[in-house]
Nanobody, 127 residues
Framework: QVHLQESGGGLVQAGGSLRLSCTAS????????MGWFRQAPGKEREFVSS??????????ADSVKGRFLISRDNAKNKDVVFLQMNSLKPEDTAVYYC??????????????????WGQGTQVTVSS
């Protein structure tokens, strides 16, 4: 079992920045691939960004490329993923969820590609 805890959401004006963090605990072994998804009211959950357990592979949705940066800290006994969000737009407003792969493997851009999910953190971008 892997437990995920997000932090860093909030209210920001358009053009501003926020940094989300997600800490994984539990049975992460040598590290787990992790990702960020978001869900706006009335919309389906959508992929934002993901990173392999090594950090060598990263993926981004077209809508956030060039504005968001995913990274991770794999120090001993620590599995933390960050999402630096710059040049935020009102359309980035959503609940952001952290996700981690499970024993069945990883699908970098798919909701079904993750086993574990955090509770979500609200990001609101005002115009």
């Amino acid at each position: 079992q892997v437990h995920l805890q997000e932090s860093g959401g909030g209210l920001v004006q358009a053009g501003g920045s926020l940094r989300l963090s997600c800490t994984a605990s539990g049975r992460t072994g040598d590290g787990v691939a992790m990702g960020w998804f978001r869900q706006a009211p009335g919309k389906e959950r959508e992929f934002v960004s993901s990173i392999s357990f090594s950090g060598f592979e990263t993926f981004y949705a077209d809508s956030v490329k060039g504005r968001f940066l995913i990274s991770r800290d794999n120090a001993k006994n620590k599995d933390v993923v960050f999402l630096q969000m710059n040049s935020l737009k009102p359309e980035d407003t959503a609940v952001y969820y952290c996700a981690a792969e499970g024993p069945r493997g990883w699908g970098p851009k798919l909701v079904a590609g993750y086993e574990y999910w955090g509770q979500g953190t609200q990001v609101t971008v005002s115009s």
